[in-house]
């Protein structure tokens, strides 16, 4: 009888993992998921708290018997599938199967790399099978498939046979299909850049390239050819005269981007070798489960590369510090080993995507590995090598030439400035003076940089690095005009998604999870719903009419916010803080209710159907009682002789009315066999059915009632000042809006459920210093709220509000104080999607101050930062920030990435 049965999901896996074990153990295949839903039916019993019906996929019956044989002659037996929900999930449905073989003893064991140390580190500490990851991978399972298969049918009646819909692929769809609208719909504006070729007097030789920055201080937007030329005729003009306005040169350190995660990888390996995300995965799959490096056998290179977690193991972080210091310099290793901060709902135990053993260059490999491999294992390698480096230092050099006088004095500023500008023209006097910028950057020390060309690793390059030097001119010497060069240009629309840039969308949405982006990505492809052309997705015909259909009939279901809250469910439920039916059952409710809305929308159109069934409420009709709920009052007599009378009136009824009506026919049904009957020979039976068990369903939930408590903080927050709404991605996020919705429900006298009350309470917590008696109010809904022990307090009860010292708030005022004095902000500046607006940022600090009475560590720092940048246009700066105490602000925390700020125009 063998000792030890070891089994994982592929043979390149079982290969590498069996050079460490021993001859008595076992190491087999399960060849993937062993068990799934059944592909012909349903698979889920809604009655029975949506149990799944599992059965032997295909692959399953093929592999389960040998399987088993192994299982009965063993002692023990290692289940070492992979560290994630689905590796979890396959675990537990192989011990599901196995354990009626034999009396061998589970274990789970799990490995973020194969590597010998990993391995023997697993078997040394075994656990059991996590259930919560089980849930979530179950959750996720039974989600898709109620989604999929009661909306797909739809799609086969009204678009095509044989299209379906899916919880997140129709997202992704939506995002494509969106950006393709905004492609159509967009008209391009007219511009003109002017750029300036200077010389000094006693430098005549040597010119200096410059771009107009900024007209009369605001930024400059030539908007056509006639503004081109008037601005142009009155720079050459002779009366007009140019002096070197501003020399500056700024030190910036440039940090190295973390290492690799699933989403990341896929993006870099998409933008710069063009590598489609399912490509990327299949590819890092092969380097961690083993490449033949010789007689040896397999050896894993890299980690396991589903993971949304930043983190690195300390062994790794010293072999790293270690080889740097031995391949590049001392000088090259950081005084403290880099870390990085992943999201909040990031796998912590995880590591990033990294090189199991660093001593591996992409060099040494190049023999063992194809070319796609090797691409890579260079890309991941340069990666984490990197980020282990210290940050590149480097020199900003600005040279700003200001032209004013002359003709100039006569021009007015209409179709020289951006739109944008809170100035109005139409008022302004005449004159302007122009500001023309040179920017280039110098590298005093290249750090992490040594390691890669940054166009390897898929990060954008700032135009400022690559600038040739420029001139050594000091402040107010005069400058000649050499050249004046206009250029006609067009805004351009946005870009269409690239798989990459699809993959970062998803996940900047919160739409999906590591294992889930390149699945996504390639079902929508694999379905015709978009087509790849020269590496850009475009949906097709089909794909648009799905996308149309699936959002005009449920909007909220396929909305990309609802989507991303979903996947934080899931999150809860992984972590063991909802319960997996708890969560499908909220949804399920939900859900219904948009499929009911949906068949309303079919009654609408069939008046023959709707007069058939309000034949049924006869003159003499036992109708119920009516029933009140808060101010309202639902009178089913009423509302019967009302919709009749609408129709008499020759007024269409509402989808919402058509809803009605059918709710109120299901209600009766049960003991009036005739309405049935009646349905049945209009094509609406199994509509009224499947509303009379939805009723049944709901009978037995216990109803809610409104908590006075509740009420009371609501209405405490009733006169608050909302802050404006933030738009993040496709979402938007409206305190007030929100607030309005709970308000007019707890109004209506239905009660908040669980998830409302916590959601209210962090918006409390959120204004807690604008609330009167905050603390009394948030304590007696603490029980209700559901926020007893998050976070890291397991006994906190009640978000405290922040408590400002002293010497905070006289800082904070202290700032606010400096920034009135500043005249002229440094213009918005933008990179990849993010833009960096100093003035808006000041603006919005001092709203949140003035609203909630507090601001964070992290802003009070960033604050910090940009008021310094200011510090020559602040009168007596040095003085007020040693009185304010600005030193003792500390440094932002070093976040995962890191904002390249740079207003330089290109070149």
Known sequence: ???????????????????????????????????????????????????????????????????????????????????????????????????????????????????????????????????????????????????????????????????????????????????????????????????????????????????????????????????????????????????????????????????????????????SMKMGATQTMRIAQDLYEGIELGSGGPVGLITYMRTDSVNIAKEAQEQARAFIAKTFGSEYVPEKPNSYSSRKSAQEAHEAIRPTDVTRTPESLAQHLTPPQQKIYRLIWNRFVASQMAPAKQMDHVIEIESAGGQLRNLTLAGLISKDSKLDVTKAAPGVACTFRAAARETLFPGYLRVYNIKDIGEEEDPADAARPLPALREGMPCLLKELLREQNFTTPPSRYSEASLVKALEQNGVGRPSTYATTVNTIQERDYVNKDKGALAPTDLGCKVNDYLVQQMPDLFDIGFTAQMENSLDQVEEGNVNWVVMIRDFFTQFQQWLGNHGAAKLQANPDSTNALLALFGKDFPFDAPI??????????????????????????????????????????????????????????????????????????????????????????????????????????????????????????????????????????????????????????????????????????????????????????????????????????????????????????RTQYQQKGSLSERQLAAFSKVVKKYAEQIPGYAEKAAAGGLDAIPAPAKKSWTPRRSFKPRK
């Open 628 to 845: 009140v709920k808060g101010p309202r009052t639902y009178d089913d007599k009423k509302f019967i002789e009302s919709i009749r009378q609408q129709l008499a009136d020759g007024k269409a009824l509402t989808d919402r009315q058509n809803n009605a009506l059918l709710i109120i026919v299901a209600r009766y049904a049960p003991k009036h066999p005739e309405f049935l009957r009646v349905a049945d020979e209009v094509g609406l039976g199994d509509t009224i059915r499947k509303q009379i068990a939805d009723d049944a369903q709901a009978a037995e939930k216990p109803v809610l009632e409104a908590d006075p408590r509740v009420n009371a903080l609501i209405a405490a927050m009733k006169d608050l000042s909302w802050s404006a709404a933030v738009k993040r991605g496709n979402r938007t996020y409206d305190d007030g809006k929100f607030y309005k919705s709970l308000a007019k429900q707890a109004e209506s006298g239905k009660a908040l459920s669980p998830a409302q009350v916590g959601a209210l309470a962090k918006l409390a917590a959120k204004y807690a210093a604008a609330i009167p008696n905050y603390q009394e109010l948030a304590g007696a809904i603490a029980a209700n709220s559901g926020t007893e022990g998050e976070g890291d307090n397991p006994g906190a009860t009640v978000a405290e509000p922040v408590v400002l010292s002293a010497e905070d708030k006289t800082r904070i005022e202290t700032l606010l104080a400096m920034t009135d004095a500043i005249s002229e902000w440094q213009p918005p500046s933008k990179s990849g999607r993010r833009t960096f607006d100093d003035h808006e940022f000041v603006e919005s600090l």
């Open 1 to 271: 009888m063998a000792d030890k049965l070891v089994v994982v999901e592929s043979p390149a896996k079982a290969r590498t993992i069996g050079r460490f074990l021993g001859a008595k153990v076992q190491v087999q295949a399960s060849m993937g998921h062993v068990r799934d839903l059944p592909q012909g039916t349903l698979g889920v019993d809604i009655a029975k708290d949506f149990k799944p019906d599992y059965e032997l996929t295909q692959n399953g019956k093929r592999i389960i018997k040998s399987l088993r044989q192994a299982a009965a002659k063993a002692d023990d037996i290692y289940l070492a599938t992979d560290p994630d929900r689905e590796g979890e999930a396959i675990a537990w449905h192989l011990q599901e199967v196995l354990k009626t073989a034999g009396k061998g003893r589970f274990h789970r064991i799990t490995f973020h790399e194969i590597t010998q140390s990993a391995i023997e580190r697993s078997f040394a500490t075994p656990g059991s099978i996590a259930l919560n990851l089980v849930d979530a991978q179950q959750a996720r399972r039974v989600l898709d498939r109620l989604v999929g298969y009661q909306v797909s049918p739809l799609l086969w009646r009204n678009i095509q046979k044989g299209t379906s819909a899916g919880r997140v692929q129709s997202v992704a769809l939506r995002l494509v299909v969106e950006r393709e609208r905004e492609i159509q719909a967009f008209k391009p504006d007219e511009y003109w850049n002017l750029d300036a070729l200077f010389a000094t007097q006693d430098q005549q030789a040597t010119t200096l390239k410059t771009r107009l920055s900024r007209v009369n201080g605001e930024k400059a937007w030539v908007a056509s050819a006639t503004d081109a030329e008037r601005l142009a005729a009155a720079l050459e003009d002779a009366g007009c005269a140019h002096r070197v306005a501003k020399v500056a040169s700024t030190p910036r350190r440039k940090n190295a981007a973390p290492p690799f995660i699933t989403s990341t990888l896929q993006q870099a390996a998409g933008s």
